[in-house]
């Protein structure tokens, strides 16, 4: 079955970068359009940004614009998510789900702790 494992995060200083990771396995990387969520204490899980199976397409909650990136490696099988200029409020569990493009089965990662703390 199709596995997600994310890695990549930690405790950072504000202003601070990290990236994120999420290695995808069982199936054809290439067929999944990917997401990355986030999801702090108390608060709902939120979309932060999302590409399409070839990375030509991407968007992005207004609050991350311009400070994340996200991309892929569909040779790695890999999802990445590139912090910069990190916030106080960006400090969440954050998660990748993958969504099939025609059957619409969707999978998630078991999320990576994002904590921003001077």
């Known amino acids: 079955q199709v596995q997600l494992v994310e890695s990549g995060g930690g405790l950072v200083q504000p202003g601070g970068s990290l990236r994120l990771s999420c290695v995808v396995s069982?199936?054809?990387?290439?067929?999944?359009?990917m997401n990355w969520y986030r999801q702090s204490p108390g608060k709902e899980r939120e979309l932060v940004a999302a590409?399409?199976?070839?990375?030509?397409?991407?968007s992005y909650v207004d609050s991350v614009k311009g400070r994340f990136t996200v991309s892929r490696d569909n040779a790695k099988n890999t999802l990445y998510l590139q912090m910069n200029s990190l916030k106080l409020e960006d400090t969440a569990v954050y998660y990748c789900?993958?969504?099939?493009?025609?059957?619409?089965?969707?999978?998630w990662g078991q999320g990576t702790q994002v904590t921003v703390s001077s």
């Open positions: 789900y993958a969504r099939h493009t025609f059957t619409y089965s969707g999978y």
């Open positions: 069982g199936d054809t990387f290439s067929s999944y359009f």
């Open positions: 590409i399409s199976g070839t990375g030509g397409s991407t």
